[in-house]
């Protein structure tokens, strides 16, 4: 090999260590946009799956892109992803030529919908009693505090934001990740549900059935607690009538920015 060759040789060696590392700078920095994309999509969605669980978005609201872009604002492409994921989820309907709108959950989905809480919350609630520790009694006490609060306070929409997350909490409590996600999905879709077949009688999800279950769990009583949760999700359903719908509809723009 002459003088040259190795010379070449020598460049294209020490080129490499280079060329990798510039790869994986630009392989790093797609990594972050793909990461900052997702948050920012994702930001889409929890707005919207809070203004359903606030009883804000009512079933068959109808959500262009174009309007979610300007709320939020974001791309398009960013707002089919959030939309996209809420449809994996059973929150939105996507129809073809007409775009996306707020589920309507029919009478058989919505006792789908109870059916399954009714046999993953009993379990959770029974894990729960079993990691009963000081500060999950704490947390537990502090929230229904918190709801308690929020009803003589008249704040309806937190209120009933609060009343589901209560459910969470103790979901999260149980330390099941797999019943959290369930139980994510189901709450919301129970709003949905409320909102579509509510009694003309306000019905919430009570903060004294709370406490009695929270009672249940500080205490380790998994059995008890398992079957006040049971008594509390029957008493919701049958608050229901599911022979009627309820759904007005709002401008999109006021919904989402009371956020």
């Given amino acids: ?5 190795k010379a070449a040789k020598r460049k294209t060696l020490s080129a490499q260590p280079q060329a990798r ?21 994702e930001l889409v969605r929890n707005g919207i799956v809070r203004a359903i669980l ?9 959500l262009g892109e174009d309007d979610l872009g300007n709320i939020y604002g974001v791309s398009r492409t960013l707002v089919r992803l959030a939309l996209q994921t809420l449809a994996r989820e059973g929150i939105v309907i996507m129809k073809k030529n007409r775009g996306a709108f707020v589920a309507q ?8 919908v109870f059916e399954a809480r009714r046999l993953i919350e009993p379990a959770i609630a029974a894990r729960a009693t079993q990691r009963a520790t000081p500060a999950f009694a ?10 308690s609060a929020s009803l003589a306070g008249h ?3 937190a209120s009933i934001r609060l009343s589901g997350d209560f459910h969470l909490l103790v979901a999260q409590m149980s330390g099941h990740s797999v019943f959290q996600t369930m ?17 003309s009688r306000e019905h919430l999800c009570g903060v004294d059935h709370h406490r009695e279950i929270a009672d249940a769990i500080i205490s380790g009583n998994g059995v008890r607690a398992g079957g006040l949760m049971v008594h509390h999700l029957d008493e919701i359903e049958h608050g229901l009538e599911l022979e009627r719908s309820s759904n007005p509809s709002k401008n999109l723009e006021h919904i989402l920015a009371a956020r």
């Fill in 1 to 5: 090999m002459d003088k040259y060759a």
């Fill in 21 to 41: 590392e510039k790869s994986a700078t630009v392989q790093q920095d797609r990594a972050k946009q793909d990461a900052a994309q997702q948050h920012r999509a």
């Fill in 54 to 62: 606030e009883h804000r978005l009512h079933p068959g609201t109808k």
């Fill in 105 to 112: 959950p029919s009478i058989a989905q919505t006792r789908e």
């Fill in 138 to 147: 704490k947390a537990l006490n502090a929230h229904l505090i918190e709801e």
């Fill in 155 to 157: 704040d309806e929409q």
């Fill in 183 to 199: 139980l994510s999905e189901l709450i919301t879709r129970s709003s949905l549900s409320i909102l579509m077949y509510k009694s």
